[in-house]
């Protein structure tokens, strides 16, 4: 565990160097020029888009910094050959493979964790709000976020023991969209029951191999307050254990991958 962790911390570190907080202070910037420009809306108008933007903002910047961060992760250190000189010492390739991640996922919360808090100033800024109740919405949907983004950084990082960085970049991508934008709709064919009975095995396998990505946005309900879930507590906590169920199926595939493969 010391050699996980000892390897989690350099990604860490290695991470934070590559100026992405730089990156996040830029994005606040352009949302505090933008936001003004919403005042010709309606008081109620105003702060529903507000809401859904900042929320966009986040889970869109965030995925974007996931796919970067892990999928030059592996390939950079085979191409700087550091990677023979780390594996030459007493560390096993999935002590490696695990470590990078870790430290990759430190790195992605603690730069989603700066955005979000500065998104949520801005926005309190703009819309003259002080009431904790108020601002915790906006706070309790990036935790679904963070989930969301550690499995798409678990594809990312799966793949990156198969193909190069640009096949990745795209598969990773297509992956995240497909489960973003298609997720409901295979659901929904999944558990309607006047689906016929060979388009829903195929959604049931799409739903089977591809995570939900869907699962984890919850923009709606804090946007529209007639759209409440049920029981909040136990929808985090079961799309917190689907995330982490597909994360460690997706790092033991790519282990066993990194494991085997020749460099």
């Given at each position: 565990m010391k050699v996980i962790l000892s390897i989690a911390k350099t990604t860490f570190a290695e991470a934070i160097r590559r100026k992405v907080l730089f990156i996040i202070f830029l994005i606040g910037l352009t949302f505090v020029g933008i936001a003004p420009g919403l005042s010709v809306l309606s008081a109620r108008q105003e702060r529903t888009v507000l809401v859904g933007f900042t929320l966009g903002i986040i889970q869109l910047t965030s995925a974007l910094i996931a796919i970067v961060l892990t999928v030059y992760l592996i390939p950079n250190e085979i191409e700087r050959r550091t990677i023979y000189t780390i594996l030459s010492k007493p560390v096993r390739r999935v002590q490696f493979f695990v470590g990078k991640y870790l430290g990759a996922v430190a790195a992605l919360g603690m730069m989603m964790a700066a955005m979000t808090a500065l998104l949520i100033l801005v926005f309190a800024w703009q819309q003259r709000e002080t009431s904790i109740a108020q601002l915790a919405p906006l706070a309790k949907a990036p935790v679904l976020y963070f989930i969301q983004m550690s499995l798409l950084a678990a594809v990312a990082m799966c793949f990156s023991a198969m193909v190069q960085p640009i096949v990745n970049f795209f598969l990773s991508g297509g992956v995240y969209l497909v489960g973003t934008l298609f997720g409901t709709v295979f659901q929904t064919l999944q558990e309607n029951q006047g689906t016929h009975p060979a388009t829903k095995a195929f959604a049931t396998f799409?739903?089977?191999?591809?995570p939900n990505f869907n699962r984890f946005n919850?923009?709606?309900?804090?946007?529209?307050?007639n759209a409440q879930i049920g029981n909040e507590a136990a929808y985090y906590l079961s799309s917190t254990a689907y995330g982490l169920a597909y994360i460690a199926v997706l790092l033991i595939i790519g282990m066993i991958a990194f494991d085997r493969r020749e460099f």
């Open positions: 799409v739903m089977s191999i591809l919850v923009q709606n309900p804090i946007i529209n307050p």
